[in-house]
């Protein structure tokens, strides 16, 4: 039996999940409500815009037969961004100051992200393209929940 396994990172993008970060942060902007930052703020993520991920998972699917009997690939993004970036670039695409407040890092929580895509890179000639920017960009001009 041959298979291949997609290891997802933290995907955003138009659609996103409402307890993602990054939506919570455009939406709390926008709403004027209290955004809470954990510890320091400077825990990352490597976080994938959606259509980076379709691309990945699609190279994958084509070159199925062209992989390893069993594969395993991360799809995620290449840089790290921290939960204060993620904060800046929300204000800057809206246009507007976040009001926030740091509280205790959670017990147990990830600090930081360090996931390599290099397999992906060689076997499917894949890497993530979006800019992280562009991508929050994006996805507040083109999601319905922010209008």
Known sequence: L??????????????????LFTYIVLDAI?????????????QTRQLIY???LVDGMRR????????????????????KTSA????HV????????????????????TFSENISITQ???FLNWEPTTKFYD?????WLNDARFR
């Not at 997609?6 to 659609?15: A, E, F, K, M």
């Not at 926008?30 to 955004?35: A, G, R």
């Not at 204060?84 to 904060?87: A, E, F, H, K, R």
């Open 2 to 19: 041959r298979y291949g396994i997609l290891r997802i990172g933290t995907v955003y993008g138009v659609g996103m999940r409402e307890a």
């Open 60 to 79: 994958a699917v084509d070159n199925f037969d062209n992989n390893p009997n069993e594969f395993i690939f991360n799809l995620c993004g290449k840089d």
């Open 84 to 87: 204060l970036d993620t904060m």
């Open 50 to 52: 959606i259509d980076d």
């Open 135 to 139: 991508g929050m960009k994006y996805t």
């Open 120 to 122: 992906a890179k060689g």
């Open 90 to 109: 929300a204000e800057d695409i809206i246009g507007k100051k976040a009001t926030y407040a740091h509280r205790e890092q959670g017990y147990g929580q």
């Open 30 to 42: 926008k709403n004027n409500k209290l955004i809470y930052i954990d510890g320091d703020g400077m």
